[in-house]
């Protein structure tokens, strides 16, 4: 399992994937998400917003790679 580390409360899901290079820019992580190609804590997430905390943790739909939030 990877980790990404904030410093903060919470980091938008779309900034998540933006920050563990699983996408290219904000534009492609938008489309993955509405498209329903990333879920969070197991359950298929639509929402480029969702507020990610220390714990949580997010990974394509398909499996493989898995990437947990921690806190600095």
Request: net charge neutral; glycine share 12%.
């Amino acid at each position: 399992m990877n980790s990404i580390t904030i410093t903060t409360e919470y980091i938008r899901l779309d900034e998540a994937l933006k920050l563990a290079n699983a996408v290219m820019s904000g534009g492609e992580a938008k489309l993955q998400i509405q498209a329903g190609m990333w879920k969070v804590n197991g359950d298929i997430c639509t929402m480029r917003g969702k507020k990610l905390r220390a714990g949580d943790t997010f990974e394509p739909f398909t499996g493989g790679v898995v990437w947990e939030v921690t806190v600095a």
